[in-house]
């Protein structure tokens, strides 16, 4: 049995859980999500918790089961709490800030990078150098800070570059100089 398959999913107070023709929708005060999942597993909703099973003991079926548990857990965590990703941006001049839905970033080259933010994500920028990107689906928040940390990734010598904000980069030493 998966260890992270067999745990119920709580459902807290606010959120509504459905299930109907191979999909799980989920709404909460943050907004609605909905998911398909495979035949292999079933998803039961009863009362405050929902729970994942799966229908035979293949090893697809068992892959699925914890996959489509952590997702449903996901759903109902981003419709309460939502998901956050913070970007701190070193470098001498380096700076970022939103112009409407665009995400305009100074990073030491000729041109600024421009930056489409999607619609079901909503970035801020704290003072110049703090980029917080913020919404109800894990994947979305995730695959946008990664892209934007790709732009200008952290080098190892002075610390510049775009880093997640729990992110240590390991500093290396320079050229000693001596002939």
Do not use: C, W
Request: aromatic residues 6%; glycine residues 12%.
């Amino acid at each position: 049995m998966s260890r992270i398959g067999k745990l119920p999913v709580a459902i807290p107070a606010g959120v509504k859980v459905s299930v109907a023709n191979g999909s799980v929708h989920v709404e909460g005060p943050k907004g609605k999500l909905s998911q398909d999942f495979n035949p292999l597993v079933e998803i039961k909703v009863d009362g405050a918790e929902a729970v994942v099973n799966r229908k035979d003991d293949t090893k697809i079926a068992r892959s699925f089961h914890g996959l489509y548990r952590n997702l449903l857990n996901n759903m109902i965590d981003g419709v309460t709490k939502g998901f956050s990703k913070t970007l701190i941006i070193n470098g001498v001049g380096y700076r970022a800030e939103v112009q409407g839905n665009l995400l305009v970033l100074n990073l030491g080259y000729s041109n600024d990078f421009i930056a489409g933010i999607p619609e079901s994500l909503k970035v801020t920028v704290e003072g110049q150098n703090k980029v917080i990107i913020t919404g109800i689906r894990k994947d979305e928040v995730g695959e946008f800070a990664a892209q934007v940390r790709k732009l200008r990734g952290p080098e190892p010598y002075k610390g510049k570059g775009i880093r997640y904000e729990d992110e240590v980069i390991k500093r290396k030493v320079g050229k000693s100089g001596v002939k």
